[in-house]
């Protein structure tokens, strides 16, 4: 009995061998990231600190709050000296009452960069501002902001 030369027979190599080369692609796509440049570095007490968005999206559903993903780095200071830290986007900072009663925005990570759901609205606005509140294990509560940038922001 003869084999029949479909288009199938003929082509189902090329599959394989797509198989066979997309697990490269995507590990070089995961190795090789691009993130948005870091904002401007500021000074709260005895920490200077420089935020990162991990990406120019918009803010996305995560456990039923909006969050944007950050990655803040710390070129002053002892990260050991933070009792705990929180990351909101809005416009005002929230109360660290309020901020201790969930599991968003709370900073995460080591020395080298700290990663943190920052709590946001679902629509970012001109008059948002990304606040940052940390509180030492003496007790002392720190706050800061940053604009947020044009890029961000929905473009109408």
Do not use: C
Not at 56 to 61: D, E, R, S, V
Not at 67 to 81: E, N
Not at 101 to 110: M, N, V, Y
Request: glycine share 8%; proline share 9%.
């Amino acid at each position: 009995m003869a084999r029949s030369n479909t288009f199938w027979q003929r082509h189902k190599y090329k599959l394989n061998g797509l198989v066979l080369v997309l697990p490269f692609w995507f590990l070089y796509q995961s190795l090789t990231p691009e993130f948005p440049p870091a904002w401007p570095a500021q000074q709260v007490g005895d920490f200077e600190i420089a935020p990162m968005p991990l990406n120019l999206k918009p803010p996305y559903a995560h456990h039923d709050e909006y969050v944007k993903d950050f990655m803040l780095m710390f070129s002053k200071g002892d990260i050991g000296a933070i009792r705990q830290g929180y990351l909101n986007i809005g416009p005002q900072a929230l109360p660290l009452a309020q901020l201790q009663q969930g599991e968003e925005g709370i900073l995460h990570g080591s020395r080298h960069g700290q990663h943190v759901h920052a709590i946001a609205p679902k629509t970012l606005t001109a008059a948002d501002k990304v606040w940052l509140t940390l509180q030492t294990w003496q007790g002392d509560t720190l706050t800061t902001s940053w604009e947020l940038p044009a890029e961000l922001l929905p473009q109408h």
